[in-house]
């Protein structure tokens, strides 16, 4: 089996089927590399480095990010539920997400500037005091995720579901909502829209 060993340094690979389940990944560096249908739930990545790589059918549930390093990175089809983003290394972090479970994760102080996410779920999310400018959240389920204290301007959350904003601390600016979100927003903010509050029935 390929083994990922402490100070090593991966180019161009790729990696299918590993088990790292509650082991440790230590100052391991990928550069534009795979890693599909493997297996990393509850793993401990210390001071890695990931950059143009591509995670693919991947468990990574509870993964502990010990200042691991993520550019360029994308996950497609994979569950990474229970992660604590903001212990990942923050000055070059740039990730996408594909038709993934991000459910009970925290986004807390992350600079997200760009972020993509397409499709999936993210329930139970924590989006606080990050920069979320300009970032896309597409066709995602966001059942009980919160906005806190957001970077929101030229966000686009227009496709997403069960879109909720914390009114007085996101800030926003050409941010782009589903419409039952912004009348929910309009709403708390004591603004009422009296054609469209009858058109939805409230």
């Known amino acids: ?22 082991g440790r990944l230590e100052r391991v560096e990928l550069l534009d ?3 599909s249908d493997s297996q990393l739930s509850e793993a401990t990545l210390d001071s890695c480095s990931f950059e143009d790589v591509t995670f693919r059918r991947c468990d990574l549930s509870v993964v502990q990010l010990g200042g691991t390093a993520f550019r360029g990175v994308k996950f497609d089809e994979c569950k990474l539920t229970g992660l604590d983003w903001s212990r990942a290394q923050d000055l ?3 990730v996408s997400f594909h038709d993934c479970v991000l459910d009970f994760s925290s986004f807390q102080g992350v600079r997200l500037r760009k972020l993509r996410i397409e499709g999936g779920r993210a329930h139970n999310v924590i989006f606080a005091d990050s920069d979320l400018r300009a970032a896309r959240l597409g066709y995602v389920d966001l059942a009980g995720a919160q906005f806190t204290g957001n970077d929101l301007r030229g966000t686009d959350l227009s496709t997403s579901v069960n879109v909720v904003l914390e009114p007085r601390t996101n800030r926003l600016h050409k941010t782009k909502l589903p419409v039952d979100a912004a009348l929910k927003h309009l ?3 004591g603004i009422i829209v009296p054609g469209m509050q009858q058109a939805k029935g409230r």
């Open 33 to 35: 590399c795979v890693i």
């Open 1 to 22: 089996m390929t083994t990922l060993a402490p100070d090593s340094f991966h180019e161009a690979k790729s990696f299918d089927g590993l088990d790292l389940r509650g």
């Open 187 to 189: 709403k708390q903010m």
């Open 92 to 94: 070059t972090f740039e």
